[in-house]
């Protein structure tokens, strides 16, 4: 059981910026792709960002140029920096693990892979 723990959810003004983080056993950075997924209220879960193993990245179009991920092996942590949050930014936000399949070709509009294992969700709501 992958054991992954977030933290850095709150609330923060549209225009803000949020720094989340999340910490999992040190051979989860070496050998798993990791991504961050988000829920809103009544939408169903969607993906934000994937950083696969060999450190390429992507994300969801809505946060292109906004949010960056990025990890430190060294403090086991992955990281997502928010910028200039937007009120439709406000969701659940969930550390991904996918061990199995890295995130390759990660499809955006479908629902996760049942290889992926989850943090509990910070939450970030983004007041106008």
């Known amino acids: 059981q992958v054991q992954l723990v977030e933290s850095g959810g709150g609330s923060v003004q549209a225009g803000g910026s949020l720094k989340l983080s999340c910490v999992a056993p040190?051979?989860?950075?070496?050998?798993?792709?990791m991504a961050w997924y988000r829920q809103a209220p009544g939408k169903e879960r969607e993906l934000v960002s994937t950083l696969r193993v060999d450190g390429t990245s992507t994300y969801r179009d809505s946060v292109k140029g906004r949010f960056t991920i990025s990890q430190d092996n060294a403090k086991n942590r992955l990281y997502l920096q928010m910028n200039s949050l937007k009120f439709e930014d406000t969701a659940v936000y969930y550390c991904?693990?996918?061990?199995?399949?890295?995130?390759?070709?990660?499809?955006?509009?479908?629902?996760?892979?049942?290889?992926?294992?989850w943090g509990q969700g910070p939450q970030v709501p983004v007041s106008s």
């Open positions: 040190g051979y989860i950075f070496v050998s798993c792709g």
């Open positions: 991904a693990a996918d061990c199995l399949l890295d995130f390759l070709n990660a499809d955006y509009d479908s629902r996760a892979p049942d290889s992926v294992r």
